[in-house]
């Protein structure tokens, strides 16, 4: 008996050792697989029915003026804002006279020059009988009739000049209170006004200047933006709050995930120490990365509900002619398989930066300024690719790579081209949402391609966030209902960094992650591929809504995953059928649908 108990002993043990030994080894790698493949696609597919098509769908009628460059370019960018709020939009040119009435939710002035709106009176009839004019090109004194500007709650009208910063009064924008931005990093042309006592503001420049406000009239409201640059993307979210002005209860659908992508993220590590790190942790780079600062962020995103998305680099050399060798040094492959066993354990993806940090762009693609070695042709970008897809799959053979993001958040079409030669399975390219036009960085908006491909701009980065990053952010949210962050292992080494130290950089992503969990903690955490699949659901989903006294309907199909909206209103709300409601900030909820057709009650 005891032989036998002796004997069992040791082939658990045995078999323990196996384990353990293949769970260290290269052997557990060729099990990693894509878990987030069919992410969102297993429900079954929910269709309408023709009486739910056939329900008319809540419009906007956009005024343009048609030969203003600025005005036409806002009119599409509002088309294409209400189209993904599942709204629709008629657009009437100033000079023309068309019918304004309460089929309507708003009339969307995308003019400066209201004094050339041919159907003025009209307008302010339709604001009489209750509806909701929002003027979004601000505002000029040139022939604007003088009775007129008190109606949209201006005592006094100005000379109009620059003015810097805006800083939210109420709650138009979602989840925070006094947020804003000081600055050169918000400017806008904006006319010097005073506004009647009625008015409520609810943003103001630096200097004190309304620029958004709201005045009743009749039954109706004005709502006005005093400003110029509507369609800029760091207004996204003031313009949904706009929007959302236009009705005591409106609700629009959203994609609700956070996406956390590391760059460069399993890579090469540099070797031996960095003083100023050194100083501070008294460690090695490589010890620094695998003792602190790895573990920190794996427990971040346990604590705060984020999966990583690491995108891998074989090499930092600067070569862009073939062949392209595999890497000798025998410490870069382990830390793919050490770093990237963990990442996929935690629910991460892995994805691809490049072969070497050189952006697939070839000479004169505006790269002079950082020191980029071009490529010469595009075959060594593909040839460099397949060197990059060896690499990999030599630690994960079965692992299908979805998800790019450009070196330096360059990309030229030859590049991209050469990606999805390389890798065919290739769906989400993720760079940046703003910033300079001189850059001529890949920017990007939240979109599908014509071949199916996803466009996932990260909207923030670092590990400090600052006030017009945030902005950024939360607008972000408002609009699409997105997170989208990005780090680099290594940017406590950079010259930015010189002044900061790894405590203060661990405390601000600690404060940032701490942010998006107290404030909008109904995001959830995915990766980038499933970003790219809940985006599509997204677009894919279509919806009705209709009003009957104090009674909403939201009819939805096109899904697999039952959608979210948001729902904007400062009524009690309470969720009658097919639905759940819950407070996501002040005058803010999310609907949550569990049927195709959910009803709502206002009181």
């Not at 060729?30 to 929910?46: A, P, Q, R």
């Not at 343009?64 to 804002?81: G, I, Q, T, W």
């Amino acid at each position: 008996m005891y032989k036998r108990n002796f004997i069992a002993a040791f082939l658990i043990v045995f078999m323990l050792g196996l384990f353990f030994q293949y769970n260290r080894t290269d052997g557990f790698m060729k099990l990693s697989t894509n878990i987030h493949e069919n992410f969102g696609m297993n429900g079954t597919l929910v269709e309408g029915s023709g009486a739910d098509r056939a329900m008319e769908r809540e419009t906007f009628l956009i005024l343009y003026d048609p030969v203003n460059l600025r005005s036409m370019f806002l009119k599409h960018y509002l088309e294409r804002f209400l189209r993904e709020q599942k709204k629709a939009t008629l657009a009437a040119e100033i000079g023309v006279v068309p019918v304004i009435d309460r089929r309507y939710m708003g009339v969307l002035v995308a003019t400066g020059n209201i004094g050339g709106i041919a159907a003025l009176p009209q307008l302010e009839q339709y604001v009489a009988d209750g509806g909701t004019a929002l003027f979004l090109d601000g505002l000029s004194d040139v022939e604007l009739p003088a009775d007129f500007i008190e109606r949209i709650g201006v005592h006094r009208f100005g000379e109009s000049y620059t003015r810097e910063g805006i800083h939210l009064t109420s709650d138009i924008i979602f989840g925070v209170q006094s947020l804003g931005v000081s600055g050169r990093a918000y400017q806008t042309t904006t006319a010097a006004v005073s506004l009647v006592p009625e008015a409520r503001i609810h943003a103001a420049a630096d200097d004190g200047t309304p620029l958004v406000w709201e005045m009743p009239a009749g039954a109706g409201k004005y709502v006005v933006y005093n400003g110029r640059r509507m369609a800029d993307k760091p207004n996204v979210g003031l313009l949904a709050g706009m929007l959302s002005l236009s009705s005591d209860a409106y609700i629009y659908p959203t994609v609700g995930a956070k996406v956390f992508i590391i760059d460069d993220f399993p890579a090469p590590v540099p070797e031996g120490i960095f003083p100023r790190l050194y100083d501070e942790v008294h460690l090695t780079t490589a010890d620094f990365y695998r003792n602190v600062w790895w573990p920190q962020m794996l427990a971040n995103a346990k604590r705060y509900g984020f999966k990583y998305t690491g995108v891998v680099i074989e090499t930092y050399g600067n070569q862009v002619k073939g062949p392209f060798a595999p890497m000798s040094d025998r410490y870069t492959r382990s830390y793919l398989i050490a770093y990237g066993r963990e990442l996929l354990k935690s629910g991460g993806e892995l994805g691809i930066h490049g072969y070497n940090h050189q952006p697939l762009a070839p000479a004169g693609y505006n790269q002079e300024h950082l020191d980029y070695t071009p490529w010469a042709s595009p075959e060594d970008m593909k040839e460099s690719l397949r060197e990059l897809r060896r690499y990999i799959a030599s630690a994960y053979p079965d692992y299908t790579i979805r998800t790019y993001v450009p070196p330096s958040n360059i990309l030229s079409p030859e590049g991209k081209a050469a990606l999805k030669e390389v890798f065919p399975d290739l769906n989400n390219i993720s760079s940046l949402y703003t910033g300079l036009p001189e850059d001529r960085a890949y920017y990007q908006d939240f979109q599908r391609n014509p071949d199916g491909t996803f466009e996932l701009p990260r909207v923030s980065s670092g590990y400090v966030v600052h006030e017009d990053m945030l902005w950024e952010i939360v607008s972000v949210i408002n609009y699409i209902g997105i997170v989208s962050h990005f780090v680099h292992p290594d940017e406590i080494f950079y010259e930015e960094s010189a002044n900061t130290t790894w405590a203060e950089m661990n405390k601000g992503m600690d404060a940032f992650m701490k942010f998006t969990k107290e404030k909008y903690g109904w995001l959830q955490g995915v990766t980038s591929s499933e970003e790219a699949a809940m985006l599509g659901a997204y677009f894919d989903l279509d919806c009705r809504i209709e009003r009957d006294g104090d009674e909403m309907t939201v009819v939805s199909w096109n899904y697999r995953t039952p959608p979210r909206y948001i729902l904007r209103t400062h009524r009690r709300v309470t969720a009658l059928a097919g639905c759940t409601v819950s407070a996501i900030g002040s005058g803010a909820y999310l609907v949550e649908t569990k049927e195709p057709t959910a009803r709502l009650r206002f009181e």
